[in-house]
C-alpha cells in the first residue's frame, strides 16, 4: 500500500528531507557564561534517538535548579554547573540515536524479517526513568566545588 501511495504521489511533491547531524559542541554556554543554550540549539537529535523534546526539557529543569540554588548574582556560576551536569549525559542519549540509525539503515531485511524484533526500538532504562529535576538537586553542591576546584587550579597556574 506505500508502494502504490508513493506512485501516485506527484514527483514535484515529493521532498528529500535529508537529516543533519552535527558533532557535539565544546560548550552550551557563552564566554562571559551569561547566556546557555537548551535543547536542540545545544544538542540536536536525530530522530531514532526519539529524546530530543526529553532531552530539552531536562536541560530546562537543570537549568532553572541551578539558577535556583545559585542565586541570582550567580548567573555564570549556575550556566556552567548547568553545562558540567548535562553534557555527558546529552552525549550518551546522542550515542543512542546513532546506534539506532546504524541498525536501521544497515539492517538485512532478510534477518529483519525472519526476526522483527532485530529492529525494535531499544528502550533505555537509564535515559527513559531519570528524573532531571531530582539528579540536579542531588549533585548541584559537588559540581559546583568541583568547577571552583578546576577554577582555583588554573588561576594558580596563570599566576606563575
Given at each position: ?13 515529493l ?9 557535539p ?6 564566554p ?7 535543547g ?15 532531552q530539552?526539557?531536562?536541560d ?6 541551578c ?16 553545562e ?8 550518551a ?22 526476526n522483527?524484533?532485530?529492529?525494535k526500538?531499544?528502550?533505555?532504562e ?31 597556574r596563570?599566576?606563575?
Amino acid at each position: 500500500m506505500v508502494h502504490a501511495i508513493i506512485r501516485a504521489t506527484p514527483p514535484e511533491s515529493l521532498v528529500d528531507w535529508k537529516l543533519v547531524f552535527r558533532d557535539p559542541l565544546p560548550t552550551y554556554v557563552s564566554p562571559k557564561s551569561r547566556i546557555a543554550l537548551i535543547g536542540d540549539a545545544a544538542h540536536p537529535f536525530l530522530p531514532t534517538s526519539i529524546q530530543g523534546a526529553s532531552q530539552s526539557m531536562e536541560d530546562g529543569v537543570t537549568a532553572a535548579i541551578c539558577l535556583e540554588l545559585a542565586g541570582k548574582k550567580n548567573v555564570p556560576e549556575a550556566l556552567r554547573v548547568y553545562e558540567k551536569i548535562r553534557y555527558e549525559r546529552v552525549h550518551a542519549v546522542q550515542q543512542t540515536g546513532i546506534t539506532n540509525r546504524d541498525n536501521w539503515h544497515k539492517a538485512d531485511f532478510a534477518k529483519v524479517k525472519a526476526n522483527p524484533e532485530s529492529v525494535k526500538l531499544p528502550r533505555h532504562e537509564w535515559v527513559l526513568n531519570f528524573d532531571a529535576q531530582e539528579h540536579a538537586y542531588k549533585v548541584f553542591d559537588e559540581t559546583l566545588k568541583g568547577l571552583k576546584s578546576v577554577t582555583e587550579e588554573s588561576d594558580a597556574r596563570a599566576s606563575l
